[in-house]
């Protein structure tokens, strides 16, 4: 089984940053990719950034050139570096994990969400 935490969230003038860590805990046969979500209220939940197991990463339009996603080499923790605050970053931000048990079923986990409010 797989647990993960995140933290890091708080609150933040517009034009700061705040970076977002999540530690996995438990062990998966294989990972896909690690991603950070994120859910404004009143809106769909969508995917922020993503790395994959051999460190490709890819990013929404929205945060492309002020998130970074990074991670030790095994993701055993997955950071979220956001410079550049928008009010319209403010969302419960989700970690998830996505990989493969051994009998090559798919399976996902997600953390509980830590919020990040940017203030005007």
């Known amino acids: 089984q797989v647990h993960l935490v995140e933290s890091g969230g708080g609150l933040v003038q517009a034009g700061g940053s705040l970076r977002l860590s999540c530690a996995r805990s438990g062990s998966i046969f294989s990972i896909t990719s690690m991603g950070w979500y994120r859910q404004a209220p009143g809106k769909e939940r969508e995917l922020v950034a993503r790395i994959t197991g051999g460190g490709s990463t890819n990013y929404a339009d929205s945060v492309k050139g002020r998130f970074t996603i990074s991670g030790d080499n095994a993701l055993n923790t997955v950071y979220l570096q956001m410079s550049s605050l928008k009010p319209e970053d403010t969302a419960v931000y989700y970690c998830?994990?996505?990989?493969?048990?051994?009998?090559?079923?798919?399976?996902?986990?997600w953390g509980q969400g830590t919020q990040v409010t940017v203030s005007s």
């Open positions: 998830t994990i996505s990989g493969r048990r051994y009998s090559g079923r798919n399976i996902d986990y």
